[in-house]
């Protein structure tokens, strides 16, 4: 053992005793007659003391010779500090050094050890292992861990089993690309590694498991956006003899527990929203609810009125900024500037001001009255004092303008606060989505995914109105879980496939083993499964996952601190019966 | 909820009340004027009663159609049975069906889903989730997650930190081969699939993390011997600022914890022996202590007596055999051949019969006297009534052969009891390990393990002979663990990639970042890894592995479920940069 204590724990209770510590150099404050080291390790930082008085001249200098985040372990005396560092649970005591061993030197660090680093992102990913040293990136994979225990010790409690699923699976062309894995046994044929284990765990239903859950890596070989990693760690729940309403019950348990306990915040019931409604109030299907602005449809109050640019559209809809009529022109033109942006690739912005003397002044005066903009007002819910900003065009596009354009204010105007929590079940998910590119239906969530009973009788007539048995848990405005009611016989199985445009030879090569298992006597199942990095992220009060994730992978997909992905071997490559084609 | 109790839980405290439940028919008593049906989910068994008198005409007929494995919901009244069955817990009731509702039909299944099946090994595997079904599958699946939450909060308890590392890693040429995935992104490189976290634990403890473990999927690429698995599961350790001792000592605690909680069995100490003390009494680096049956060495007591075949040889070494002095001639062939057959590959046994009336009588009678035959039965330990047999040859192949006739006759004579169990460590691991193919050394448990300090010298004498800081934890004659305290340093690092006969640009190439890691500050560390699937079969009283996991390979590394690994599309092939090389 290298260490009587860690550097977090020691405080005046051990004055006067003799104790040894290990760690990393993390300052060193030196006065020639007198060096003091703060000591850095897991636990905390206890400060070190060499004085010319009381320590030999031998170990003067060795201190002397220190450098930052070299690996030292020091025997000394527990002392009572003369000027006591409040901020620190180890602030009341130092070490008056008596051994000093150097068990390892370190080079100067690219970028600085501390709370906030001069690293930039690239130098900190190269050299990851260094900046997990740094406190933030530490307490977040620690608190990863603390959460990853609650969900397993909840979940285990409440019956569910967590049984793992293989990683060498199938590859099937539905949904994402696939990640493959050459067989080196068997010529030509390959392996995929698992975008979920969707159909493994509905074959644990099928096997009569009834409760599954298990926290497993999933790999999509996607075009990476920003804030998505190709390795990703799923929450991944199944249950049998459940209907819709039962998930939901036992997953607002599993996130009511986690907020409880790790937030310390009480939420009783989560409340809920169709799909439907979420896309009308707010252009989303993951609405942040911490904050209002809710939609109001305009079409009534402003169309018809002379305004030619409204006429000629499909949806009129607008927001209510709350405080914002004291906006200057040079403001306004800044919101129309960034919903102009590319990325959201608005038309622009009609805005109204509801100024605090309750008169009205908007960019369209020429052709709605005041009246008008007081309905509109109304309409939007603001206030005087408010700022309505408007927008125009066809529905789905419109909507999520305006979308981005309500959480860009939520985050100007402060109203998104990480240490609020705002979870809300979002329901009756379309079950399949138009694909432009394709020409076709797609599964919306996943084949799997079953339509609701009352509305099957649609996918022949109006397959894009068929609602299905599918929910997600939204979060401060991210989508922290998804699932559905599965589909559990061979005949509407094999009917799904058929209306998502397999052949009847596709469907059964790649999905043969699950409907065979579906004759066998399978119960009604659904499930969920958490993004769980994401959920760490949000609870940890932050969006963005990579610094909840050890060792992420850059936008290239690539780990540039081992730099992966390599060549291999020409050797390798015909051991698994492969060419390269470049 | 399609259910008011599980079908494990009723009992007489429930009598007269009305209960839904919903599960798989087991098997059917139909005597037409009363059907009884056994009910089954995973909680257990509960007996349903129709009966011409109580039910009605058209439920009557419903029941009559049933079949095995039917899935239905019932709901009916807890009564009292006629003829109870003490054996199961709701033995003493039945369920008086009031309503019958088929969620399911079923064809029938390929095997019977009792304790004992009718399925080959074959058909099971391909209708693995029938065969889940089975309680003895069922509750291994369920023993696994049990003794996965004792290992997890085991460590979180004391500290440790589960951190998740990366599956999509680089290869390296060194030990078994990878599986790679090859890059859509970055055209004509791969990534690899983890052999196991180890250098990014290493990298972990560079970065302070101080005590990391995770359970974690691994993959090796090898020809698969019976029993082994493409992808197998670990539980992953590493520690800071530890000597051998420290890692002993705290996963001693783990294994100690697991055999108390999960079996009842109080262990305090766990006995050591070197690695050279094992091959020498046991033959064997995982011998099984739970019996004697240990060697001696007959070098002295059995050469230079005119025995031409055993003067000739380098080691002449026997075992007692208890209670086997009996053996009829037949008997000793048989056991003759046994040692003869390929798979072990000896020469022959010599054998002496110490009888009960402590005459002695052996198939070298003509070379040694009584007296002779007397100093062998000191030496091995043998008692009147034993049979003691010997081989003779090389060392290490004698040592491996009589090893296996050792293990041979412990299962035989019932000496291996899975309800005992007797851990202990194996130390002092020999660091390099001599191979005979390509005539060089190779790293005995990977490159990164640390020399002992007294045998560094010996590496340019006798590489053979310096011993490492490494240990196995051994389980009733399976190795469950084996780590190591690492190397730290770069210096000693790129020198233990020399003596493995890298060069520089090779060790730079595959692990740069690891010793580069190595300049900035690395602590001592080191740490253990336990092979999950193992762990958990021979705590479970078993030595397969296969049946602890939810969906094995097969020795092909095919999974016949569903038909994997499986041939690409062309398009996904050329995505890839890829071609067939056939």
Request: net charge negative; glycine share 8%.
């Amino acid at each position: 053992m290298y260490r009587s204590h860690t550097c977090g724990e020691i405080n005046l209770t051990n004055k006067d005793q003799e104790v040894q510590l290990s760690g990393w150099v993390q300052k060193i404050r030196n006065k020639g007659f007198m060096v003091w080291v703060d000591l850095r390790d897991r636990y905390g930082i206890t400060q070190l003391i060499f004085d010319e008085e009381r320590s030999s001249k031998g170990l003067m200098e060795k201190a002397g010779k220190l450098g930052r985040e070299f690996v030292i372990q020091v025997t000394g005396e527990v002392i009572e500090r003369e000027s006591k560092n409040p901020n620190i649970p180890t602030g009341e005591i130092e070490i008056l050094v008596s051994q000093l061993n150097i068990l390892n030197t370190s080079l100067t660090p690219p970028f600085t050890i501390e709370e906030e680093t001069d690293g930039g992102e690239d130098l900190r990913m190269k050299y990851r292992y260094l900046d997990i040293r740094r406190n933030p990136v530490k307490n977040k994979l620690m608190f990863r861990h603390k959460v990853g225990m609650h969900v397993r010790n909840y979940l285990s409690q409440a019956g569910f089993i967590e049984v793992e699923t293989p990683y060498l699976i199938k590859s099937t062309p539905e949904g994402a690309r696939d990640f493959v894995v050459p067989s080196r046994m068997n010529e030509g044929q390959f392996y995929a590694l698992p975008q979920s284990p969707q159909t493994f765990k509905q074959l644990l239903m099928v096997g009569g498991m009834d409760k599954y859950f298990q926290i497993v890596k999933c790999f999509r070989d996607e075009d990476l956006r920003a804030d998505r990693q190709p390795e990703f760690t799923q929450i991944d729940c199944e249950m049998a003899f459940v209907e819709q309403e039962d998930i939901l019950n036992i997953f607002e348990g599993l996130t009511r527990h986690l907020l409880k306990e790790i937030k310390g915040v009480d939420i009783s019931d989560f409340p809920r929203m169709t799909y439907a409604e979420a896309m009308a109030k707010y252009g989303n299907d993951k609405p942040d609810i911490r904050f209002g602005m809710e939609f109001a449809n305009l079409n009534k109050l402003a169309k018809d009125k002379g305004f030619n640019v409204f006429d000629q559209q499909e949806l009129v809809v607008g927001i209510a900024v709350p405080g914002a009529a004291s906006y200057t022109r040079k403001e306004i033109d800044k919101l129309i500037d960034w919903v102009k942006r590319p990325q959201v690739g608005a038309n622009g912005l009609v805005w109204v001001k509801y100024n605090e003397d309750g008169s009205l002044k908007s960019s369209v005066d020429k052709f709605y009255s005041s009246e008008d903009l007081l309905g509109w007002a109304k309409e939007t819910g603001a206030k005087a004092g408010d700022l309505i900003l408007v927008m125009a065009g066809d529905t789905t596009k419109t909507r999520t303008q305006l979308s981005a354009l309500r959480m860009h204010l939520g985050n100007e105007l402060g109203l998104r606060n990480p240490e609020e929590f705002a979870p809300l079940w979002v329901l009756d998910f379309p079950l399949l989505e138009w694909d432009e590119e394709t020409q076709r239906y797609h599964a919306m969530h996943h084949p799997f995914t079953s339509p609701k009973k009352e509305d099957i009788a649609l996918l022949e007539t109006n397959p894009g109105e068929v609602r299905a048995n599918a929910y997600d848990l939204v979060l401060n405005g991210n989508e922290i879980g998804g699932g559905s009611i599965r589909i559990h016989d061979k005949k509407t199985q094999s009917r799904m496939f058929d209306y998502l445009g397999f052949t009847e030879e596709e469907a059964k090569e790649q999905f043969g083993f699950l409907m065979d298992a579906f004759q066998y006597g399978a119960p009604p199942h659904g499930g969920i499964a958490f993004g769980f990095d994401r959920l760490v992220a949000i609870l940890g009060g932050q969006e963005t996952i990579r610094d909840f994730i050890a060792f992420p992978k850059n936008n290239a997909g690539r780990d540039v601190m081992i730099d992966a992905p390599a060549k291999l071997d020409e050797e390798q490559l015909k051991e698994l019966h492969l060419k390269l084609r470049l």
